[in-house]
């Protein structure tokens, strides 16, 4: 009686998973793959797959599944794929530890390559934040970001530092800024103006917004900017720019107000990353074009453009730097924080993106996101402008900016280019996570 | 028919307790329906109570009462946001069952792309309805990956270190959760009552617990026997569970506890699951040949069946002449009983002197939809109960509905619920009890004393307690959450 039983309750469960299989048939060519639809029920217990520990036995058990998944998606191994998909899908969850998050960041875009539906995916994670955000939240967020980590605000007190070392004797100052921080930066900029010891100069400042994030919230920033400065008594204009990505480098002098006698600063923070790879070089070339005195470049440092056409290198270096990040956020922010939670989701755009998009297919929406290093920066930079090295007060501002947060954080010595100083890099556990650097022509 | 014995004190008189009706039995459930505004039909007919997802942006409807009463309802502000929220956990309840419908007719395509829009809308560290629908939008995103694959067994740990984490993991949550919330000691309480009840007279006691974990209930029992005029001479215990190590760790520390009170202890420790334990002894293959062997072979059948329950009852440790107690407490964080057919057959087998049981007033089984909107309320209610006066960014609570709730929901909306198999389950095992051979204990008196004393704190208002045919129901305003049933053998 008790075999009947059993016997019973197996037939039931193949019964139970081959239906669905079978009706799954129309999905894309991956899950048609005959390896699928004849599932035995063995209980999928974990087991090494062979070659060493990985798996959830140890620490850092994400990294190790999702680089094999990773791989085993670049060698079409269907049968891994599924195994190491279904195991990811098991252990990870959006609000666990770190481990978990990046698991489920990553398997949603290890999916979305198995399957094929990166760019529907992608187009749809920015049309839901595009809809949800508001000029509160983010704002908000970013305050919250700047007052747990100096990710952001070592890249501000460095270029303003060098801007206003750059302007000094000026009068008619225009700074060209090119970011999407929401103008945090400048507060500290105009107040530094207005206490100058000579005349306060009067300031242009021409934001170009490219993150279709970032657009439909600065309106309200004009408002805010131009009352500050009327609070601290600096002469002030505020024009914004919208250039949208594809644009970027098409701008013209008159449209961004550039004006005969103006000192002009061009201040890239996080923006050239969203510029597509093969227009970067025309950004930079509008920037000489406009005969700046100083033009300050802030990047986070990881590289995901040398390797865009080999799926596995730059999965490994996605996985490397949003680790980082990620880890970074755990030990930032308190255990139950919104902010740190949309800070996580803003980067499954970014994987989403870099992962799964085919740059070919011409995405109209959303920002490139492929990063590159400093000293790949550098290189393209080069062409038309020549490094200047912070001075000791600005790198004394920065230093003294790292000791107001927790530990962790410090300055890299910057290892590649060994003679030359090439700029200013913020680390973390020794770890360069965000490079600052200031150019001339 | 409900008789709800008002078994909690009267709330005091003096209004400065915001919530005015703790003893909400007689509360009409329809109050509740004008939330939900004709916005899912179907969701009305399935409702149970308070827990409407769709409440105001605490969660629940008499928090808003609260501010209504406190701030004397003419502030705009308040009343704004209050309607705000209302109206986004409205669209976060509409879209989640959008989302649900188009997974229970397999359009799986459309679903993932209403989930990115829950997730936006939705927070672990929220408002009660945004907490809810982060997990089930979690839930529903892995289920949708799971269909894919095609793969729909859980993950177990069979390497020893992560076995150990990961129960760790699932204990401290526990305890947790035993801290904000009276439903971990009303399982104890109410059952070790009934079990203290039913040895009357009985100087031995077996008790074979089918999901020991780390034997938190027990020591209230040995405390209990302890103090009894007539001494226990022997109290054993055996503890199911999936981990030899957990067990034999488990088994110490009740050894250690019960020595302490002078108790005659021995441990058991019984690795794997109840229910498979049949089965892994008689080493039932699934191949036919050896079926058709065993049919023609009716003598030789009958003879292996009394050995292996021989051999079943030698794992068990059972002795003769020892009544037996059988405990165990449902939730969804794993399977706990493998076959459940087995299991009854077992217990049919051993017939012990009484038998425990504490179940989740939610269904495991049934068709995916029903599934997902009940168990929408399930949650909805338990997140206000646990939520109810703590702030939002409390960690502890936020342990808790990660490790626990929002596993057990990943289960419940999985593919084959949270028994993660295609084999047919017991839906109420009291009923099922009943239908072989077991009859109901009531829990009318001591135990029913014990929970209303329980519930009686002022931690714990806004949870009732129900006598319904003998047994005993927690819920949440309302909503049923648990039951605890005793059962015996009518012979």
């Known amino acids: 009686m008790t075999s009947v039983d059993s016997l019973y309750n197996n037939t039931l469960f193949i019964f139970f998973t081959q239906k669905s299989s079978m009706e799954r048939t129309h999905l894309s060519p991956y899950t048609n793959h005959p390896q699928t639809t004849t599932k035995q029920p063995i209980s999928h217990t974990y087991s090494d797959p062979g070659g060493g520990e990985a798996g959830p036995d140890n620490d850092k058990w994400a990294s190790k599944l999702l680089l094999e998944c990773a791989q085993s998606i670049s060698y079409k191994d269907y049968g891994k794929i599924n195994h190491l998909l279904w195991m990811l899908n098991e252990l990870s969850s959006p609000y666990g530890d770190c481990d978990q998050k990046l698991a489920y960041y990553f398997l949603q875009a290890l999916f979305c390559k198995a399957t094929e539906s990166g760019n529907r995916c992608y187009k749809s994670l920015i049309s839901v934040a595009d809809k949800s955000h508001c000029f509160d939240s983010a704002r908000k967020l970013i305050l919250k970001f700047q007052e747990v980590s100096p990710w952001t605000t070592f890249g501000h007190v460095a270029s303003n530092g060098a801007i206003l070392e750059a302007f000094d004797g000026e009068n008619k100052l225009h700074i060209i800024d090119i970011s999407n921080t929401l103008c945090t930066q400048w507060p500290t900029l105009l107040e530094a103006l207005a206490t100058r010891s000579d005349d ?26 131009e009352k500050f400065a009327r609070l601290m008594g600096v002469p002030f204009e505020f024009n914004l720019i919208n250039g949208s990505n594809k644009r970027l480098w098409q701008l013209t002098k008159e449209e961004l107000n550039v004006q005969e006698g103006e000192a002009i600063a061009v201040n890239c923070i996080g923006a050239l990353r969203r510029v597509e790879v093969e227009d970067r070089g025309d950004v930079i070339r509008l920037f000489s074009s ?125 290892r590649t280019n060994s003679n030359e100083d090439s700029g200013m890099m913020l680390a973390w556990k020794d770890e360069p996570v965000v490079w600052a650097s200031a150019w001339k022509p | 028919m409900l008789q709800s014995l008002h078994l909690q004190p009267p709330p005091p008189t003096n209004s400065s307790s915001p919530i005015m009706n703790t003893n909400t039995s007689k509360r009409t459930i329809n109050n509740n329906n004008n939330n939900f505004a004709g916005e899912n039909v179907e969701f009305t007919g399935a409702g149970v109570g308070s827990g409407d997802v769709a409440g105001d942006g605490d969660g629940s409807p008499s928090r808003s009462c609260k501010r209504r009463n406190i701030e004397e309802s003419n502030d705009d502000d308040d009343q704004l946001t209050t309607v705000e929220a209302e109206s986004s956990g409205l669209r976060l309840l509409g879209l989640l069952l959008q989302c649900a419908e188009c997974v229970a007719v397999d359009n799986l395509d459309h679903a993932n792309n209403l989930l990115p829009e829950i997730s936006e809308l939705s927070s672990p560290f929220g408002s009660s309805p945004e907490r809810v629908a982060a997990y089930f939008a979690e839930a529903l995103q892995a289920r949708i990956i799971s269909s894919y694959i095609g793969t729909y067994t859980p993950l177990t740990f069979k390497t020893k270190t992560l076995a150990l984490a990961q129960n760790q993991k699932i204990c401290n949550a526990l305890q947790s959760y035993n801290s904000i919330s009276p ?309």
């Open chain 1, 200 to 225: 306060t100069p009067s300031l242009k400042l021409t934001v170009v917004v490219t993150s279709t994030m970032a657009r439909s919230i600065m309106k309200e920033i004009t408002q805010r900017m």
């Open chain 1, 290 to 414: 406009l005969n700046p005195r100083i033009v300050t470049v802030v990047e986070e440092e990881a590289d995901f453009t040398s390797s865009r056409f080999d799926f596995v290198k730059c999965f490994e270096e996605c996985l490397r730097y949003y680790t980082l990040y990620f880890e970074m956020l755990e030990e930032s922010f308190t255990p139950t924080s919104n902010e740190r939670l949309m800070l996580e989701r803003e980067c499954s755009r970014g994987i989403v993106r870099v992962l799964t998009c085919d740059d070919e297919q011409n995405i109209d929406s959303g920002d490139c996101e492929r990063r590159e290093k400093g000293n790949q920066w550098c290189e393209r930079l080069k062409e038309h402008f020549s490094l200047v090295g912070f001075s000791d007060d600005v790198v004394d501002d920065v230093k003294a900016l790292l000791k107001r947060y927790r530990t962790g954080w410090s300055l890299a010595h910057d």
């Open chain 2, 183 to 491: 439903s971990i000691k009303f399982s104890h309480f109410t059952a070790n009552q009934a079990i203290f009840q039913a040895l009357e007279g009985e100087e031995t006691v077996h008790i074979i617990d089918l999901d020991i974990m780390q034997g938190l209930q027990w020591p209230g029992l040995f405390h209990i026997l302890a103090s009894r005029p007539r001494k226990i001479k022997s109290l054993r215990i055996t503890g199911v569970g999936s981990s030899i190590e957990l067990l034999n760790a488990t088994g110490r520390r009740l050894h250690d506890f019960a020595n302490s009170l002078g108790l005659p202890f021995e441990f058991v420790p019984l690795e794997g699951k109840i229910g498979n334990i049949c089965s892994d002894l008689n080493n039932i293959s699934s191949d036919l040949n050896n079926l058709h062997n065993n049919m023609n072979n009716l003598n030789n059948m009958s003879t292996d069946l009394n050995n292996m329950n021989n051999n079943l009852m030698n794992k068990l440790g059972v002795r003769s002449g020892e009544p037996v107690v059988v405990h165990w407490m449902h939730h969804c964080l794993y399977d706990v009983t493998g076959s459940d057919y087995e299991t009854l057959r077992l217990l049919n087998v051993l017939k012990p002197k009484l038998i425990t049981i504490i179940e989740q007033d939610l269904s495991h089984g049934g068709s995916f939809l029903g599934r997902f909107v009940e168990a929408l309320h399930y949650y909805s209610a338990l997140f206000d109960a646990v939520g109810d006066g703590i702030e939002p960014e409390n960690v502890e609570r936020y342990t808790v509905e990660q490790q626990l709730f929002g596993c057990e929901i990943k289960n419940i909306v999985a593919v084959g619920g949270p028994k993660r198999t295609g084999e047919v389950k017991v839906e109420k095992w009291g009923e099922e009890l009943g239908r072989v051979g077991f009859g109901p204990v009531s829990l009318a008196g001591n135990p029913a004393s014990q929970a209303s004393l329980l519930l009686g704190m002022f931690l714990w208002r806004g949870y009732t307690l129900v006598e319904e045919n003998g047994c005993l129901k927690l819920g949440w305003k309302d909503l049923s959450l648990l039951t605890a049933s005793a059962w015996r053998p009518l012979d």
